[in-house]
């Protein structure tokens, strides 16, 4: 597992492990810190700390939103390890006070760790619940506050099954329960 954190190795590992379940492979430590990896487990965590962010969390989004790949570019435009669209990396690397901006920058992992969890902090700010903080970094902020207009979703486990998109409605609850996975085996 060290060897994956140290090489990002962690999307290939995430598919062997896969594989490897899928084959029947036994459920053990080994197995889920192949299937879990920590990529950029320094870094992370030092943004993480800096940023007042749990660890673990990040660790989740990241792994729900790229496999820790900084190459990871889908269809809709996103880039990076944390998936950041580029005209919201243009606007958080202004905030940023970087002097050179270019959305190549994007699939560097520090810069995407960077911009990514301050685009997290400043989500988690504006909403009540980490559940809705993480439906606005999936479908956006207005559609998050639309939901949050329905009676009820005050509660964070009316909101999550009251998201109509069934991708962001599965991406909150997996990253969630990622997040006691990533504890259970780095840690706090």
Do not use: C
Not at 26 to 42: F, N, S
Not at 68 to 93: C, E, H, N, S, Y
Not at 132 to 155: F, I, Q
């Amino acid at each position: 597992a060290h060897a994956f954190r140290q090489h990002n190795l962690a999307p290939q590992a995430i598919r062997l492990a896969n594989k490897a379940l899928s084959s029947g492979a036994t459920r053990d430590a080994r197995l889920y810190h192949v299937l879990y990896p920590l990529g950029y487990e320094r870094t992370l965590r030092r943004e993480a700390e800096r940023h007042r962010l749990d660890w673990a969390l990040v660790a989740a989004l990241i792994r729900q939103e790229s496999h820790f790949d900084p190459r990871a570019t889908p269809r809709v435009g996103a880039r990076g390890v944390m998936q950041i669209m580029p005209p919201v990396g243009r606007q958080l690397a202004s905030a940023e006070k970087y002097h050179a901006w270019d959305s190549a920058l994007l699939y560097q992992p520090d810069v995407s760790l960077e911009l990514g969890m301050t685009h997290l902090v400043g989500l988690l700010n504006d909403y009540q619940h980490v559940s809705h903080a993480l439906a606005a970094y999936n479908a956006g902020s207005s559609r998050a506050k639309r939901w949050l207009e329905r009676a009820g979703t005050e509660d964070p486990e009316v909101f999550i099954e009251r998201i109509p998109f069934p991708e962001t409605r599965d991406y909150v609850r997996i990253i969630l329960r990622d997040r006691e996975i990533y504890r259970r085996l780095y840690g706090t």
